[in-house]
């Protein structure tokens, strides 16, 4: 089953201000996530924050860089 992961116009702008290999980490969760769903249990710092959330520490350290998203 594929998923469809929807950015926002505000989340965009933002992943544009990001360092490329920041920028790079994002787009390979992104394409994982579209085609095994948004568990990502195989990510080393990916978390469930409730029923419907997710989060991931694409970088942990400073700065750390972390993205949310939702089913």
């Known amino acids: 089953m ?3 992961v929807t950015v926002t116009r505000k989340t965009v ?5 990001l360092p490329a ?3 790079d ?4 969760l992104i394409k994982e996530i579209e085609a095994n769903g948004p568990v ?3 990510w080393k710092n990916y978390g469930k924050l409730g029923d419907r959330h997710h989060h ?3 970088k942990k ?3 750390t860089y972390v993205v949310v998203w939702e089913e």
């Open 2 to 4: 594929n998923w469809t």
């Open 13 to 17: 702008k933002t992943i544009s201000k």
């Open 25 to 28: 980490t994002l787009a390979v």
């Open 21 to 23: 290999k920041i920028q």
């Open 56 to 58: 991931c520490h694409l």
């Open 61 to 63: 350290g400073h700065p």
């Open 40 to 42: 990502r249990g195989n």
